[in-house]
């Protein structure tokens, strides 16, 4: 079972940058499909963005699209999510999932779609 493990997170202003890693144990790392979710206080986990075994293929929230980057090193079995122009809404608990499967973009966005979790890594974002 692989083992996914964020970090990065802390303490911005608006408009500042911030990047997120996701450090996973399992050495096929290659293989799997790799996202980024978030969770705010009092709301529901939600999609941030999507990447493929390869890399060959993103997809993201609106809510993010044009501020966020999702990439991922297989080499060193890491995935990062590059956040630049970040606003109070973007306060939440980012949270890294993977899984073997891909299925399209919109059924990627969904949480039952991947197997594995991290446990979750803060961003706050001041005004």
């Known amino acids: 079972q692989v083992q996914l493990v964020e970090s990065g997170g802390e303490l911005v202003q608006f408009g500042g940058s911030l990047r997120l890693s996701c450090a996973a144990s399992e050495r096929t790392f290659s293989a799997y499909t790799m996202a980024w979710f978030r969770q705010a206080p009092g709301k529901e986990r939600e999609f941030v963005a999507t990447i493929t075994f390869s890399g060959s293929f993103t997809y993201y929230a609106d809510s993010v699209k044009g501020r966020f980057t999702i990439s991922r090193d297989n080499a060193k079995n890491t995935m990062y999510l590059q956040m630049n122009s970040l606003k109070p809404g973007d306060t939440a608990v980012y949270y890294c999932?993977?899984?073997?499967?891909?299925?399209?973009?919109?059924?990627?966005?969904?949480?039952?779609?991947?197997?594995?979790w991290g446990q979750g890594t803060q961003v706050t974002v001041s005004s």
């Open positions: 999932a993977a899984d073997t499967a891909w299925r399209g973009g919109p059924k990627m966005g969904l949480t039952s779609a991947y197997a594995y």
